[in-house]
């Protein structure tokens, strides 16, 4: 699901306000979401063709005029549609607002919780979980059993979402998605895991995390991987099963990681890796591939 709105916004307001077309004005905006969101009242962006092509044609997307046609369903026509998707969601936010939760946090009573943790609101962590002191856990943060994230970590706030208007100022992307950590992951301390954008950041069952990690929105690490001190996973990737991700190592946006694929010290990985492959240097090259 995405994120509701609390009251419902015609398209065709949201598109006045930016100064842009709309080819269903009559459009009620009730949530944004991901292209692969379905349902009625979905707003969401295809910032290019390839992304076009995936987009549900029963929801309302930014899309520009060159990559449009009628049977992508309704639209908002963009030059640059992640930038007026921006914009849209800081109108949503002051026409309406999102529906957050107001709950307090639930915390199992086998779960231990050290010095100074902050929870926000919405927050669930499971049995026998281990909070180390000075964590800082944000809104609507799902956390499993038998997790423990250690001492100084951060959880669950807004990642690095910006695009340029045309006078170059920074517009921000509102984070909307969550953090869903699954049972017996470990994060390390000072590890910073951000929340998605529109889909969730997902660190999946028995994951490792070592210190002085950043994984960054909308990235989902899989069940078993190994990421070592200093990776910086950027937003979009997907990390598969026991992958190894060594120290150091910089993963571009997007990227996909094979499962059980190693990602050597340091490298800097620009493309997607296949299953079981193993990537050194900068750019990374596969070490496979050479001896074949």
């Known amino acids: 699901m995405g994120r509701a709105i609390k009251k419902p916004i015609f398209a065709g307001d949201v598109a006045k306000h930016l100064g842009l077309v709309c080819t269903a004005p009559s459009f009620q905006v009730r949530e944004v979401g991901s292209l692969m969101h379905h349902g009625d009242g979905v707003l969401s962006f295809a910032k290019n063709a390839a992304w076009a092509s995936k987009a549900s044609v029963d929801l309302m997307k930014f899309i520009s005029p060159e990559h449009y046609s009628d049977e992508l369903g309704p639209a908002i026509l963009s030059n640059n549609p992640r930038l ?36 926000g609101k919405g927050v669930v962590i499971g049995s026998n979980s281990v909070i180390g002191h000075n964590v800082v856990i944000g809104d609507e943060v799902e956390i499993g059993s038998n997790v423990t994230i250690k001492s100084g970590a951060i959880v669950g706030e807004d990642g690095f979402g910006f695009e340029r208007d045309i006078s170059g100022v920074a517009v921000r992307l509102l984070h909307i998605g969550k953090v869903i950590i699954e049972d017996d992951v470990e994060i390390g301390s000072l590890t910073t895991i951000c929340r998605g954008t529109l889909d969730n950041t997902v660190i999946k069952r028995s994951a490792k995390i070592d210190d002085h990690v950043h994984i960054a929105h909308n990235v989902v690490v899989g069940s078993g991987a190994f990421v070592i001190a200093c990776a910086e996973i950027s937003g979009g990737v997907k990390l598969g099963e026991n992958v190894w991700i060594a120290p150091n190592a910089a993963i571009m946006n997007q990227v996909k990681i094979g499962d059980r694929a190693t990602v050597g010290l340091g490298a800097v990985v620009l493309k997607s890796v296949d299953d079981e492959d193993v990537v050194v240097g900068n750019p990374a090259k596969s070490l496979k591939r050479k001896e074949s």
Request: proline share 6%.
């Open 84 to 119: 007026d998707f921006a914009r849209s969601l800081a109108y949503l936010q002051q026409v309406s607002g999102f529906v957050w939760s107001q709950d307090p946090a639930k915390v199992d009573p086998t779960a231990r919780l050290g010095a100074n943790v902050v929870l």
